[in-house]
């Protein structure tokens, strides 16, 4: 038996839901008013790769592939993996390796999905192991390798003990080395010998990884006579990936996040973001003889060689902050390239004339101020110097 108390509740009660009737019709018309009609199934196709995988380093081995739109799949470092449901049309993929590793293709490839089909793509991915951490030394017909003091000294193994190149680098896992022959030609190798690309690039006349290893900076002058270059993003496979600048750089370096690099254009270093081509200028004046800027392993600092003030200086990445290192006199008689490198131990790498020779000497100096040291045991005649640490 209710009470009246207990009818006037259920009274209200009943009221109360029902004044949410409206509403909830209201919420709801509106939203199957935006939502759009579903459109019937959509043809799809599949995709299936293939990689292929070899070396002495290549297990465990993790493959990306990076679909058009972004997504990113896992595949098989060996063997075959099907990527189903995508839409029929053209589709771009790229493979992604770990960065001991190289890809026989690393820049986008256009392949058609078709309807109830499945394309094919193959990569033949190879990995070597790295050699110790140390410093590469480019001399005009060979390049060396050494310890990160100067010492062991001697050509890479299995590389010939005389090969004309002009300036050679290695890659950030130390298993592959881009160099300039002495005609200018790019060529990319495996650390090993076993794989070697000649890119059809001629005139280069600097290179830089990018800190995955899948592409580099690399500077392409217009006739052999002039110094001005056109700066490139070249995929490692050899593919042009993008022009950065037409012409007018003269050397470039690539930032560890990946995104930003450092050039010199004119009489001035530039800070430029590779995915917005916003760039700041640092806004200090440089004479001819001046090298690249080289970024500090955390990507907030540059150095460089201001051979007008004889200095060697580092500035914060947007100019401010400028500050002297260490004194750099440079000799009339001094052929050694002015380009410096700072390594992940806090110390930058440089050629400067040794007390034998003219040509350059491999020294090292802390980024936050010191004296040249020289590296005695690496002796002379070198034409450029990394480290590979």
């Known amino acids: 038996m209710y009470t009246l108390g207990d009818i006037v509740t259920l009274r209200r009660l009943s009221m109360r839901k029902l004044s949410h009737v409206p509403l909830l019709g209201m919420l709801w018309l509106a939203a199957c008013s935006e939502s759009p009609v579903t459109p019937p199934d959509a043809p799809t196709g599949a995709l299936r790769a293939t990689a292929t995988t070899t070396g002495p380093g290549a297990k465990p081995t993790q493959l990306q592939l990076v679909l058009g739109d972004g997504q990113v799949v896992q595949i098989n470092a060996n063997g075959s993996t099907d990527v189903d449901d995508l839409p029929v049309g053209s589709l771009t993929a790229r493979v992604v390796v770990p960065g001991h590793c190289a890809a026989d293709h690393y820049a986008p490839r256009d392949v058609d999905i078709e309807d109830d089909g499945t394309t094919e793509l193959t990569w033949s991915v190879r990995c070597p192991l790295p050699v110790a951490p140390g410093m590469v030394l480019s001399e005009d017909n060979s390049v060396r390798y050494a310890n990160a003091d100067g010492s062991g000294v001697g050509p890479l193994a299995g590389w010939p003990a005389q090969e004309p190149m002009w300036e050679a680098a290695l890659s ?20 090993d010998r076993v794989a070697t690309l000649v890119t059809e690039l001629d005139g280069v006349n600097f290179i830089d990884w990018a800190p995955d290893g899948q592409r580099l900076l690399v500077g392409v002058r217009a006739t052999q006579s002039n110094a001005s270059n056109a700066l490139l993003v070249l995929w490692a496979d050899g593919e042009v990936e993008r022009t950065v600048r037409q012409s007018g750089v003269q050397n470039a370096r690539w930032a560890p996040d990946g995104r930003r690099i450092a050039y010199r254009e004119g009489f001035y270093i530039y800070v430029e973001h590779l995915d917005t081509g916003a760039r700041v200028n640092t806004n200090h004046i440089l004479n001819g003889w001046d090298g690249e800027p080289s970024w500090s392993p955390d990507g907030t600092r540059l150095a460089f060689i201001d051979t007008a003030q004889d200095v060697i200086r580092v500035m914060d990445a947007d100019g401010s902050n400028l500050r002297t290192v260490a004194p750099y006199s440079r000799a009339w008689f001094d052929n050694s390239p002015a380009g410096l490198d700072w390594g992940t131990n806090d110390l930058l790498l440089l050629l400067k004339a040794g007390p034998s020779s003219d040509w350059g000497m491999p020294h090292v100096v802390p980024s936050y101020g010191g004296n040249l040291v020289p590296l005695m045991d690496a002796g002379s005649f070198h034409v450029s110097a990394r480290w590979a640490l």
């Open 172 to 191: 950030p896992a130390r298993t592959r080395v881009a160099y300039i022959g002495q005609s200018g030609a790019l060529t990319i190798s495996d650390i």
